[in-house]
């Protein structure tokens, strides 16, 4: 499907803003002041030349980064008043900020100079560890309940200067330190200690502007929110009552803080994020293309959401393709591979399957009504936890039930559904939990090895025949995998 016009523009300078962000974030050294001015000379001819390409001719509203970022998860949010932190490796000058938001309101109340950036750090480790920076964090983050935090992290604290409300990482704390520690300590004690760290750091720094300004709700953007376990930290500082993640917390979601920052008026009458089914669709009758291109026999079923809850229950791995694709880095059940979440082995021939290398468990999405039965503390965080956005301790019927989903330290990280936000998907858990007994379904997002989130059908086909997968539910479509490896 062709991409709105709109769509065109949104994707340049999301994509073109992210990648000078990382580049000038690796720099990290002295000269990043000059290497940030010459990128922005490129950036800024390379941005006004495309835009002329599309008949745009309007003057540049430009919005500094953390701005663009706290705008996205408090307008989001819905909420009348919060605090709104971000955390990222760099942008405009700064690797953090907290604000005050009321009414259409955005008021900063303090910054965190780069480079005092948690994002930086972050990336340092994942590094170290042999992974790729800005892109595998969340493995650390799996990594990390593995190991024991106590060996390092006063080592690692001690290369912070904390004061009430602020931080500074000392240059000292740095890629040649995490690796001078991955060299002499285990994989899992480096990083857990690192994100034990990463959380003292940022709880202290959020709790303290809690206490001074009063506020009770924290929204959340930046890339270093992608940390569903420090969301869950900074959730449980006990003057916080609410918690909201930016469903698109990276530079991803940039773009859209500078639209809510010039459509202010009009926000007065904004209505919280509900879904994030904002990407593209495709008709039934372009899937039946790509199916017969594909020399693929289907067969229509209406309705298709009890045969999938009966295929999940039967033990096939799903994979789902339906209406709008998710915006964001969560697949959250339009472009997800589910499975039944009764088996901790799916985690190693699942993943095996799909060429990932994982220390989290796959997710669970589990219906909105059942999540007490399922997980602790959740009032004041579901909102996030639509949206796959923040860990929880399991309650015992969870780790029963659904041990695939929960992680060693006995956490998962659920996409709560509710049915008007996605009907359909509503319905298969439903149609399972009815079959089984239990609310949940494991949802993993339907791509191959560090390939992105499967979006046209023809990803979803070859997706789906690589990953060697069952069943393909696509549209009110069924297709059986030739092969039916399992
Ligand atoms: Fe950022």
């Given at each position: 499907m062709e991409k709105p016009f709109v769509h065109k523009i949104f994707y340049r300078l999301a994509g073109v803003e992210s990648v000078i962000s990382r580049n000038i974030a690796r720099r990290g050294s002295h000269s990043w002041g000059q290497e940030a001015l010459k990128y922005h000379k490129t950036w800024q001819d390379e941005l006004e030349e495309n835009l002329r390409e599309l008949g745009l001719q309007d003057k540049l509203k430009r919005f500094d980064h953390h701005l663009a970022h706290s705008a996205t998860a408090y307008f989001a949010s819905g909420l009348e008043r919060a605090l709104i932190v971000t955390l990222d490796g760099y942008g405009s000058g700064l690797a953090g900020s907290v604000c005050i938001g009321e009414g259409t309101h955005i008021r900063r109340i303090h910054k965190l100079e780069y480079p005092h950036s948690l994002g930086t750090f972050y990336e340092s480790v994942t590094s170290s560890l042999g992974f790729k920076p800005s892109r595998h964090e969340g493995k650390i983050v799996g990594l990390a309940a593995y190991g024991n935090p106590e060996i390092l992290l006063d080592t690692i604290l001690s290369r912070f200067d904390q004061e009430p409300g602020n931080f500074r990482v000392r240059e000292s704390n740095n890629i040649y330190f995490s690796r001078y520690l991955a060299t002499l300590f285990p994989k899992i004690d480096v990083a857990a200690a690192y994100q034990r760290a990463l959380e003292v750091v940022a709880t202290n720094y959020v709790q303290h502007h809690v206490q001074q300004t009063g506020i009770d709700a924290i929204v959340f953007a930046g890339g270093v929110a992608a940390n569903v376990k420090l969301n869950q930290r900074i959730f449980e500082i006990p003057e916080v009552n609410h918690i909201f993640i930016y469903p698109n917390m990276g530079d991803g979601g940039c773009g859209t803080g500078a639209a809510f920052l010039v459509s202010r008026e009009i926000m007065e009458n904004r209505e919280p994020y509900?879904?994030?089914?904002f990407g593209s669709d495709y008709s039934d009758a372009v899937i039946i293309q790509e199916l017969r291109a594909a020399g693929l026999a289907f067969e229509k079923v209406t309705p298709i959401e009890p045969v999938v809850a009966k295929l999940i229950h039967d033990g096939k791995v799903v994979a789902r393709f339906n209406g709008r694709m998710e915006y964001g880095p969560r697949a959250l059940g339009n472009r997800s591979i589910l499975y039944r979440a009764t088996e901790p082995e799916v985690n190693q021939w699942l993943n095996q399957r799909l060429g990932r290398t994982e220390f989290m468990p796959f997710a669970p999405a589990t219906l909105f009504e059942e999540r007490y039965r399922c997980y602790d503390n959740v009032d004041g965080a579901e909102h996030a936890a639509q949206f796959m956005t923040i860990t929880f301790n399991c309650t015992d019927f969870m780790k029963r039930n659904s041990p695939a989903a929960v992680h060693v330290d006995g956490t998962a990280r659920p996409q709560l559904i509710r049915e008007e936000a996605n009907p359909s998907f509503y319905r298969i858990v439903r149609e399972y939990y009815q079959l089984s007994g239990i609310p949940s379904v494991i949802n993993t997002s339907f791509n191959m090895h560090e390939e992105p989130i499967v979006n046209s059908p023809g990803d979803a086909i070859r997706a789906f025949l690589q990953g060697n997968l069952d069943y393909l539910a696509i549209g009110n479509l069924l297709v059986r995998h030739p092969m039916q490896a399992r």
């Open positions: 509900q879904t994030v089914y």
